[in-house]
């Protein structure tokens, strides 16, 4: 029997800040689960909306993830050197004609694209952006956590966009592109993240391209309910003592670490998290609030 393809997983953050907790707990599930199957880890800087990067906040996570310990393999590699290769592969839908130009505005737009700009001839003198046409089919995964999920692209997501108006290629697309490249065959990511998987998977089917198991992981949330992020101003995690936000982030993914470990450094956490990572107790779970922990 042929060996079993050897695991390549990824952490992909966007530089618009330092890491804060909720990044760094996601990172953290990733980088266990890679380990635990003696995979790869690789990280890839997200930095192609450049309205919102901040400068020296790659740097700055690069520091964060040394300082905890998630040492990545590779080179990191960042999205930003790529932009020929998206082009590409736009092309080559435009060859297809599977992309349309559309010039609505997002105020004159509901949630789902009506298809509008589908059949209509569009100036290419006004700025427009590149949609892909969006089938009937239904499109479905086996979440590693979540369970069975399954979309109507059509009914529930609409023409989606490959490329904006400003020029910058939409994270739908270019994820889909940057995980084949670099063959990630395991994503695991936040929750948050689980709605935009059936189109990366629509995706990877047109395209031809292999699609990677996923597991998407709770999100923590502060005391309002709200997922933390840079928009709901979450502070940067500190790496003064890196043991104790490791050994906090283990309770909070329910790996009920020893209380011996409490103290002990971040390489023998990490190595007991290693050789008793179990997701399981994730299970079904979207979000988690480190307040009431259960």
């Not at 800040?17 to 990280?43: D, I």
């Not at 905890?68 to 998206?86: A, C, R």
Request: neutral net charge; hydrophobic residues 35%.
């Amino acid at each position: 029997m042929p060996d079993k393809q050897a695991y390549i997983g990824r952490f992909a953050p966007s530089p618009t800040g330092p890491l804060h907790p909720g990044s760094l707990y996601t990172a953290l599930a990733s980088f266990l689960h890679a380990r635990a199957r003696q995979g790869k880890w690789l990280l890839r800087i997200d930095d192609l909306d450049t309205s919102r990067n901040i400068k020296g906040s790659a740097e700055s996570i690069l520091k964060t993830l040394e300082a905890f310990g998630l040492h990545w393999d590779d080179s990191v590699v960042y999205q930003s050197q790529h932009i020929e290769l998206y082009n590409e592969y736009l092309n080559e839908l435009a060859k297809n004609n599977l992309i349309y130009s559309c010039t609505c505005s997002r105020k004159t737009l509901a949630d789902i694209y009506s298809g509008l700009c589908r059949d209509k001839r569009t100036s290419q003198n006004e700025p427009y952006s590149l949609r892909i046409k969006t089938d009937e089919r239904t499109i479905s995964l086996q979440d590693e956590l979540q369970g069975l999920i399954s979309h109507n692209l059509t009914g529930q997501h609409g023409d989606f966009i490959l490329k904006r108006k400003d020029q910058i290629i939409a994270y739908q697309f270019a994820v889909v592109i940057d995980d084949d490249r670099q063959q990630v065959n395991h994503v695991v990511r936040g929750f948050d993240l689980l709605d935009s998987t059936p189109r990366q998977i629509y995706l990877q089917q047109l395209l031809g391209l292999a699609t990677p198991d996923y597991m998407h992981v709770p999100v923590i949330v502060d005391k309002q309910g709200y997922k933390l992020s840079k928009q709901t101003l979450a502070t940067a995690v500190d790496i003064k003592t890196p043991h104790v936000v490791i050994f906090g982030l283990l309770d909070l993914l329910r790996q009920n670490p020893p209380r011996e470990l409490q103290h002990a450094p971040v390489a023998e956490q990490l190595n007991w998290a290693i050789d008793n990572w179990d997701p399981a107790p994730l299970k079904n779970s979207r979000t988690i609030n480190p307040g009431c922990n259960s």
